[in-house]
């Protein structure tokens, strides 16, 4: 009787970035670079740990400012990327949401400028929402990834919105509760999540693989 044996799986590539730097700070949609290639756009709420993983997904630590202080980032922060295989694209990091500390008028010139660029901007093809895995999918959150699936239905001229969940911070859970807590933000969200964390770099290929999918 002759053996068979299961096909190995393929290798999948690391994505290796061989270039990222910081190249414009709009307080306004009229500040942002002309839309030449391909953008992502990063939203959380304020203190989720967006701008860490930023940096472990770019591999340059400390090009994106963090800060422990709430609402540090206060403007659409532009990065331009270029990968080993020759793809060049951007990553936007969007004003956290939620700081109570903002005055109105703040957290209303910041909604404007941000539903502004969702809306508009004809490069952007993913918005890569990051939640706190231990917080979970809260109501912000789900309002956020709700205006980002409907945000462009009526403007056949630019293309849909893909929105990516993750939940960062993995590594301040024990590994007994990170699967059903992974399990219990997927629920509460409705669509499939990447775990993330910005000290290990655990799910590191797995954002890079549904962003290459958006770039593409």
Known sequence: MESSTA???????????????FEAGASDLRGLPAATVPEVAFAGRSNVGKSSLMNALLQRSGLVRTSSTPGCTRALNVFSVALDDGTACRMT??????YAKLSKAERAKWGAMIEGYLRGRPTLRAVVLIVDVRRGFEEDDEQLAEFVRTCRMDDAALPPLRCVLVATKLDKLPLSKRKPTMTAVQRGA?????????????????????????LA
């Open 190 to 214: 409705g669509v499939p999540v990447v775990g993330f964390s910005a000290v290990t770099g655990d799910g590191r290929d797995a954002l890079w693989g549904r962003l290459r999918e958006a």
């Open 7 to 21: 096909a190995p799986k393929p290798m999948v590539r690391p994505v290796r970035v061989v270039d990222a730097a």
């Open 93 to 98: 990091d969007l004003p956290g949401y939620g």
